[in-house]
């Protein structure tokens, strides 16, 4: 492919395809086992070698980039086993023509152990580690196969890659148990060591207000009740959450611990593209490849109608570049109510993640996202503090110098 038709976008494989150690309630993922149709050998449904080589030459020479990150996701991708990613950086490697490879990995932990931090530590994988703050907020949802809690080992692992100088992340749900422990929940976080934290919601609808028609997913139509499951956080709850923890941040955190969401926030500030893709005017710059090489829209829409093909039929550029998730992508802006684009903080979020428009509204074509309110409150809860740090970093100055200014601000 010459340079000219070489395009950016980003892949998460899930070499596992569904497959966990753990059965926590609120995974949306876990149902495509019944998407997928496993045979009764489950490694059937793990990346063999011959789509992995593949897949990696193909995604090096398709970016236009001299760096490139490889994002490996689950289920739990731990599962693959260590020699897997052992082969992935062979491959990497003998395929990198000069650019600069990074992985990033995204896991429960629960596998983690002395030879994974050793590997993790040697090739510089960044991880995520999916852990909800609080141990007992953790230990609701986030239980073994044998329903055990988990907390403990989860801590345990995080100790472990800081002891063997392996950067990570921390990716924390917010549901209807800890909605409101926002403040405590961070500075449970920042007592674990991490710097770097994402909160991501949780919304979904019981099985029978969703369906899938034409192999579009549905929500529940305009005649019926919408039900969401119980684990799901309140319309309102995320932006009390958010709001809480950005209070605790703003105090004295600013320029040394890293909430994706307020980078994301103070970048449209700035006049940067959002980085968080909720926030983005389009989708569709965050693509998944499943274990069988099959491609999709994004990793809430593995649904057959969102399938754009399979890398040992087609090119991953002409995937991702195609006309149908072109289509995709500018869904989101094109499919907004009313209400959202005359709402005042519309060019912050472009209304959200599509997959959380089940609201119906009177009068409206559209479905309105779910969490609404709970975004305007985020907005408008930051915005005093984001334009005093735009401000800030506009003058050649440090984000972090305003962090004495608003202490001395009326609450």
Request: hydrophobic fraction near 35%; charged fraction near 20%; glycine fraction near 6%.
């Amino acid at each position: 492919m010459s340079p000219a038709h070489k395009a950016r976008f980003h892949m998460m494989a899930k070499p596992t395809s569904f497959h966990c150690n753990l059965k926590c309630d609120y995974c949306f993922y876990l149902e495509k086992e019944d998407t997928f149709s496993p045979a009764t050998d489950p490694r059937t449904n793990y990346m063999g070698d011959g789509t992995l080589k593949r897949y990696v030459r193909d995604y090096i020479r398709s970016q236009d980039s001299d760096e490139i990150d490889f994002a490996w996701q689950g289920g739990e991708p731990t599962l693959a086993g260590l020699d897997f990613y052992k082969q992935v950086v062979k491959y990497q490697q003998q395929y990198a023509e000069g650019k600069r490879i990074t992985n990033s990995f995204q896991t429960n932990a629960i596998a983690i152990n002395k030879q994974w931090a050793e590997f993790f530590a040697e090739h510089q994988f960044l991880i995520g580690v999916s852990i909800d703050g609080i141990a007992e907020v953790h230990d609701k949802y986030r239980i073994s196969v044998n329903g055990r809690p988990t907390f403990e080992r989860v801590k345990h692992a995080i100790e472990l890659l800081k002891s063997h100088g392996v950067e990570f992340n921390t990716l924390t749900v917010i549901n209807d148990q800890n909605w409101h422990q926002g403040r405590e929940t961070y500075r449970a976080l920042k007592a674990l060591g991490s710097q770097h934290l994402q909160f991501i919601p949780i919304v979904e609808l019981q099985p029978q207000c969703q369906s899938i028609q034409k192999g579009h997913y549905v929500p529940a139509g305009a005649s019926e009740e919408l039900e969401l499951a119980p684990f799901s956080v309140p319309a309102h709850g995320y932006g009390r959450f958010m709001a809480d923890v950005f209070d605790e941040w703003i105090k004295e955190d600013v320029g040394q611990v890293f909430v994706r969401m307020f980078d994301s926030i103070l970048a449209t500030w700035l006049g940067y593209p959002a980085s968080v893709c909720v926030q983005s005017r389009e989708c569709g710059q965050a693509m998944v490849i499943e274990a069988n090489g099959d491609v999709y829209s994004c990793d809430h829409y593995v649904y057959p109608a969102n399938k754009l093909g399979n890398i040992s039929q087609t090119n991953i550029a002409t995937l991702a570049t195609s006309k149908q998730q072109r289509r995709f992508g500018s869904a989101k802006s094109a499919k907004l109510t009313q209400r959202c684009q005359q709402c005042d903080f519309h060019a912050l979020c472009f209304g959200g993640c599509p997959k959380h428009r089940i609201e119906t509204v009177a009068d409206e074509r559209h479905k309105h996202n779910y969490l609404c309110a709970s975004y305007q409150q985020i907005f408008r809860h930051t915005a005093p503090a984001m334009h005093l740090m735009a401000q800030e970093i506009q003058r050649g100055g440090h984000a972090a110098n305003v962090m004495p200014l608003l202490a001395g601000m009326p609450a």
